[in-house]
């Protein structure tokens, strides 16, 4: 038996390990593609109406808007984050991200925490401003984003 794994070896291929019965399968990480289109599809599906209130019922115009745009912002960014942290916390997923199978979990692949999800959410806006922030993926062997980085979060693929 020794002497048949010593040419297999010495042929250049090794012998297949089995995945031991017991051992969870860890998903992989969601890929950047999927990412992205699940954010496409949240600023749609989530931004969108929020803006459109915010423009014409609470500000009367993007007129009044672009002379208020602080105080416009904050009743932008005030009701988004709590719609994405309430989703993200309640089920691990947005409506981008159930679209399109991916779910967000800790290191350990489990649910991650609410300050966890508080501290991704303003990372991530923070990470879309600089250039770091949008390119990091690009550069990383396991292509985490800032905001996963420093959230300790991340988005694995259900398939």
């Given at each position: 038996?020794?002497?048949?794994?010593?040419r297999?070896?010495?042929?250049?291929?090794?012998?297949?390990?089995?995945?031991?019965?017991?051992?969870?399968?860890?998903?992989?990480?969601?890929?950047?593609?999927d990412?992205?289109?699940a954010l496409?599809?949240?600023?749609?599906?989530?931004?969108?109406?929020?803006?459109?209130?915010?423009?014409?019922?609470?500000?009367?115009?993007?007129?009044?808007?672009?002379?208020?745009q602080?105080?416009?912002?904050?009743?932008?960014?005030?009701?988004?984050?709590?719609?994405?942290?309430?989703?993200l916390?309640?089920?691990?997923?947005?409506?981008?991200?159930?679209a399109?199978?991916?779910l967000?979990?800790?290191?350990?692949?489990e649910?991650?925490?609410?300050?966890?999800?508080?501290?991704?959410?303003?990372?991530q806006?923070?990470?879309?401003?600089?250039?770091?922030g949008?390119?990091?993926?690009?550069?990383?062997?396991?292509?985490?984003?800032?905001?996963?980085l420093?959230?300790?979060?991340?988005?694995?693929?259900?398939?």
């Amino acid at each position: 038996m020794a002497h048949k794994r010593f040419r297999t070896v010495k042929k250049g291929s090794t012998p297949t390990q089995k995945p031991q019965p017991n051992q969870p399968r860890r998903p992989a990480i969601a890929s950047i593609v999927d990412r992205i289109k699940a954010l496409i599809t949240d600023l749609f599906m989530l931004l969108m109406p929020i803006l459109y209130v915010v423009f014409y019922m609470v500000m009367g115009s993007r007129e009044a808007f672009a002379q208020h745009q602080a105080m416009g912002w904050v009743y932008i960014i005030v009701p988004h984050f709590i719609i994405v942290t309430l989703f993200l916390w309640k089920k691990q997923q947005t409506p981008g991200a159930k679209a399109y199978n991916i779910l967000l979990v800790d290191r350990a692949g489990e649910r991650p925490t609410l300050g966890a999800i508080v501290l991704r959410y303003y990372t991530q806006l923070l990470g879309f401003l600089t250039i770091v922030g949008i390119f990091l993926p690009l550069f990383r062997k396991d292509k985490k984003s800032l905001h996963d980085l420093l959230s300790a979060t991340h988005f694995v693929s259900l398939d």
